[in-house]
Nanobody
Framework: QEQPVESGGGLVQVGGSLRLSCATSGRAFSAMGHYAVGWFRQAPGKEREFVALVSWSGGTINYADSVKGRFTISRDNAKNTVYLQMNSLKPEDSAVYYC??????????????WGQGTQVTVTS
């Protein structure tokens, strides 16, 4: 099963920054063609929620209202990597962050490939 690999999580103080990475390397992902990549997060006892998304070209970028102005999503297709720069972190940003590669995004043929997640903990 193809799976993106997240990295970059950790422990950070309130107001600090972290950069998460989502790697989609390998023959399987190369064969998928173009795909959007999203970041979601899930805190204990809460449902998984959308954080940010970037299309293959980077021409479409969406953010959850709760992270607008603080988080920046970007991608480097040459490196098969999507980044989530998180600034001005708050305790409520603490969660497991998941990356998802979305092939045929927005169509009835969409297939999603989820990573294992990376923990982000923001301490006060």
């Amino acid at each position: 099963q193809e799976q993106p690999v997240e990295s970059g999580g950790g422990l950070v103080q309130v107001g600090g920054s972290l950069r998460l990475s989502c790697a989609t390397s390998g023959r399987a992902f190369s064969a998928m063609g173009h795909y959007a990549v999203g970041w979601f997060r899930q805190a204990p006892g809460k449902e998984r929620e959308f954080v940010a998304l970037v299309s293959w070209s980077g021409g479409t970028i969406n953010y959850a209202d709760s992270v607008k102005g603080r988080f920046t999503i970007s991608r480097d297709n040459a490196k098969n990597t999507v980044y989530l720069q998180m600034n001005s972190l708050k305790p409520e940003d603490s969660a497991v962050y998941y990356c998802v590669a979305m092939v045929n995004w927005g169509t009835s043929y969409e297939r999603d490939y989820w990573g294992q997640g990376t923990q982000v903990t923001v301490t006060s």
